[in-house]
């Protein structure tokens, strides 16, 4: 019988290591910045694609919403399946790894530090790299927001420009539709003045004035 209490009570810390472990996990998750899609994953930038597969797989058990009562397991389960689906698309991960070595180089030029420096392998170094990457990735957004609302605005305008174009002749088509249908009573009443029949045949000449003398 006390053998089986062990036991009980194993499996009991057991589970509920587990639990803090998850717990843990989607805590960190939910902390990181959620466009760094290798710091979701806590993976480095450059491990070939099986590794980014094995963790995606390990975490997404870890933490998925139908083994876990933790409220925050549904947003921390799909911000993990977003930074796997970046990172498994070719152009998108590029992009990233562009953004966190651009980061990089601007910590070291500001710092004035040089690759071999020892700095650049501390704690302190890492987090400020990953702050730096956090500014890059932002200030990137930034930019696509900026051409995005240029190239709205200038579709904006090609749009009215090609409104007022479709106005200009469809005014254009009233206006010569118009002008056919009073064609020929222009005509007849041209022919009418021709024939003195119009207003300038109307007007009565001045009778002449005799002179008494």
Avoid: C
Avoid at 46 to 53: A, H, Q, R, T, W
Avoid at 130 to 143: A, D, G, P, Q, S
């Amino acid at each position: 019988m006390a053998d089986d209490k062990e036991i009980d009570i194993d499996a009991e810390l057991l589970a509920a290591g587990r639990e803090l472990d998850k717990d843990a996990e989607i805590d960190r998750i939910m902390g990181v910045f959620q466009l760094n899609a290798y710091a979701i994953l806590d993976l480095q930038p450059g491990v070939p694609e099986s590794d980014i597969k094995k963790t995606y797989r390990n975490k997404s058990l870890l933490i998925h919403p139908d083994k876990t009562t933790n409220p925050k397991a549904p947003d921390a389960f799909d911000r993990l399946k977003k930074a796997q689906i970046t990172l498994m698309d070719e152009k998108q991960r590029t992009e990233l790894e562009e953004h966190i070595s651009d980061a990089r180089m601007l910590l070291m030029r500001e710092r004035k530090l040089t690759a071999d420096d020892e700095e650049t392998r501390g704690g302190e170094f890492a987090k400020a790299w990953r702050e730096k990457t956090v500014w890059v990735i932002m200030e990137n957004e930034r930019r696509k927001r900026r051409q995005m609302e240029a190239q709205l605005r200038e579709e904006g305008r090609e749009k009215k420009k090609e409104e007022e174009e479709i106005a200009e002749r469809k005014r254009k088509r009233e206006h010569d539709s118009e002008w056919e249908k009073t064609r020929d009573t222009r005509i007849n009443s041209w022919r009418d003045y021709q024939q003195g029949k119009g207003p300038a045949d109307g007007k009565k000449k001045k009778k002449k004035m005799k002179m008494v003398g």
